[in-house]
């Protein structure tokens, strides 16, 4: 039996886990990360690519962040368009400089386990932690399988960075949190083509056919999104109903959607799922294995991000100042700040996606919402102070 021994076990190494690794390794804390896929798989993972303010400062603060920089592309604001009509909501007009960075979520994977291995630090590819023990204890263990071999990782504490579908929340006692789902009656088919975006900013719009966002990754690929049916499959979207749909359900007077070849088409299913708990004697869960919010609004990987930080507060004061408040706090912190972007989220969802018949009440109160940021600054702001995140201090209350 393979035998590994570190301070911080850390389970995942998507952006929840690989920060906490290098967050944790500039504080002079150890860890190792055990990871079920290939490098190749993490890190051709389509997902978003829209990391708040926080996430760039936290990413250029460890010293990560120069091809992001160079590569990234920085969003002032944002088009909201309803009915073939748009808002321009100015971020850093409306938040004291505040703004958005396009940079695909594989980007900063590739970027953090590069840094990682460069480093010479462990993470080890297609190994599946199979189960997490002695939680309630100082000396927890991580068992699992690589390269066909059962492994023990050792450590003082355990992260669990894995995923929705990981063991972290599945180990967690049940009678120690209490969960929350939505799940929503719709899907979004995304797409990646080779073309150059068709605005400079994101817009994302309600149509009476549905939601669609214009997004990009760079400024020879976009990345677009339509609302489809929960049971809908691919196979129905030829590339020409794809560039129809989006040229529909986007169109406002004087706006061209530029259409090419499409390389990526997925449908991607939307819920918000919660628990009110994320933590159990030395066991920690953060970023999706704790929480999932739909897209709209793009916080899933900054949450990842988010969580993180209050985790490194922790383990920081417990290491270095023999402190366990933050530790103990872990929990609450995090869920503040998980909560708002659940609201946000679900705000975001709420306003764009076609969720009853065209002119029914709902869609009433919808165009109401969206009538109300035409008429108040007030409304635009806390919009644009959701979208590119609240900074950390707001949460100490
Ligand atoms: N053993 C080892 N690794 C595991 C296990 C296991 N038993 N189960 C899951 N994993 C790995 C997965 O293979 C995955 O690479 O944990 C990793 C979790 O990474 P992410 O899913 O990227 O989750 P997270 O780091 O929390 O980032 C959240 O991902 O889904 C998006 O929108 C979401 O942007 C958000 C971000
Ligand atoms: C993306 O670029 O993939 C993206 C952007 C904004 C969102 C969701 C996804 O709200």
């Given at each position: 039996?393979?035998?590994?021994?570190?301070?911080?076990?850390?389970?995942?190494?998507?952006?929840?886990?690989?920060t906490?690794?290098?967050?944790?390794?500039?504080?002079?804390?150890?860890?190792?990360?055990?990871?079920?896929?290939?490098?190749?798989?993490?890190?051709?993972?389509?997902?978003?690519?829209?990391?708040?303010?926080?996430?760039?400062?936290?990413?250029?603060?460890?010293g990560?962040?120069?091809?992001?920089?160079?590569?990234?592309?920085?969003?002032?604001?944002?088009?909201?368009?309803?009915?073939?009509?748009?808002?321009?909501?100015?971020?850093?007009?409306?938040?004291?400089?505040?703004?958005?960075?396009?940079?695909?979520?594989?980007?900063?994977?590739?970027?953090?386990?590069?840094?990682?291995?460069?480093?010479?630090?462990?993470?080890?590819?297609?190994?599946?932690?199979?189960?997490?023990?002695?939680?309630?204890?100082?000396?927890?263990?991580?068992?699992?399988?690589?390269?066909?071999?059962?492994?023990?990782?050792?450590?003082?504490?355990?992260?669990?960075?894995?995923g929705?579908?990981?063991?972290?929340?599945?180990?967690?006692?049940?009678?120690?949190?209490?969960?929350?789902?939505?799940t929503?009656?719709?899907?979004?088919?995304?797409?990646?083509?080779?073309?150059?975006?068709?605005?400079?900013?994101?817009?994302?719009?309600?149509?009476?056919?549905?939601?669609?966002?214009?997004?990009?990754?760079?400024?020879?690929?976009?990345?677009?999104?339509?609302?489809?049916d929960n049971d809908?499959?691919?196979?129905?979207?030829?590339?020409?109903?794809?560039?129809?749909e989006?040229?529909?359900?986007?169109?406002?007077?004087?706006?061209?959607?530029?259409?090419?070849?499409?390389?990526?088409?997925?449908?991607?299913?939307?819920?918000?799922?919660?628990?009110?708990?994320?933590?159990?004697?030395?066991?920690?869960l953060?970023?999706?294995?704790a929480?999932?919010?739909?897209?709209?609004?793009?916080?899933?990987?900054?949450?990842?991000?988010?969580?993180?930080?209050?985790?490194?507060d922790?383990?920081?004061?417990?290491?270095?100042?023999?402190?366990?408040?933050?530790?103990?706090?872990?929990?609450?912190?995090?869920?503040?700040?998980?909560?708002?972007?659940?609201?946000?989220?679900?705000?975001?969802?709420?306003?764009?996606?076609?969720?009853?018949?065209?002119?029914?009440?709902?869609?009433?109160?919808q165009?109401?919402?969206?009538?109300?940021?035409?008429?108040?600054?007030?409304?635009?702001?806390?919009?644009?102070?959701?979208?590119?995140?609240?900074?950390?201090?707001?949460?100490?209350?």
């Open positions: 039996m393979k035998k590994i021994k570190t301070q911080v076990g850390i389970i995942g190494a998507g952006p929840a886990g690989l906490l690794a290098h967050w944790l390794k500039r504080n002079g804390i150890s860890s190792v990360i055990l990871e079920l896929r290939s490098r190749k798989y993490i890190e051709g993972r389509v997902r978003a690519g829209l990391l708040e303010q926080n996430t760039v400062d936290i990413l250029n603060d460890m990560l962040g120069s091809r992001m920089k160079k590569e990234g592309i920085e969003h002032d604001g944002v088009f909201l368009s309803f009915d073939s009509e748009r808002v321009h909501i100015p971020f850093a007009e409306l938040t004291g400089g505040r703004r958005i960075t396009i940079y695909g979520q594989q980007e900063v994977v590739k970027d953090l386990t590069d840094a990682w291995l460069d480093q010479g630090e462990e993470l080890l590819f297609e190994a599946e932690a199979t189960k997490i023990k002695d939680f309630n204890t100082d000396h927890p263990e991580i068992h699992f399988t690589h390269e066909g071999e059962d492994g023990v990782l050792e450590c003082d504490f355990i992260a669990a960075c894995d929705f579908h990981g063991i972290g929340r599945k180990t967690m006692p049940k009678e120690s949190y209490r969960s929350y789902d939505i929503y009656p719709f899907s979004w088919l995304g797409i990646l083509a080779n073309v150059a975006p068709s605005s400079d900013e994101l817009i994302y719009a309600y149509h009476e056919n549905g939601f669609a966002l214009h997004s990009l990754r760079s400024e020879v690929v976009s990345r677009l999104y339509v609302q489809v809908e499959s691919v196979d129905n979207w030829s590339d020409d109903r794809v560039w129809s989006l040229s529909t359900r986007l169109g406002t007077p004087g706006f061209e959607l530029k259409e090419g070849p499409i390389f990526e088409k997925g449908i991607t299913p939307m819920r918000s799922h919660m628990i009110d708990n994320l933590k159990s004697g030395r066991l920690f953060a970023g999706d294995a929480h999932i919010v739909p897209p709209t609004g793009g916080k899933g990987m900054n949450l990842a991000i988010a969580d993180v930080k209050h985790l490194v922790g383990l920081v004061g417990f290491y270095k100042n023999n402190d366990t408040k933050d530790l103990d706090n872990y929990t609450q912190m995090a869920l503040r700040r998980i909560w708002r972007a659940q609201d946000f989220s679900n705000y975001m969802t709420q306003l764009f996606h076609k969720q009853d018949e065209h002119g029914t009440f709902t869609y009433k109160l165009k109401a919402k969206f009538d109300y940021l035409k008429m108040s600054t007030a409304s635009r702001a806390t919009i644009a102070e959701n979208y590119v995140g609240l900074p950390f201090e707001t949460y100490e209350f």
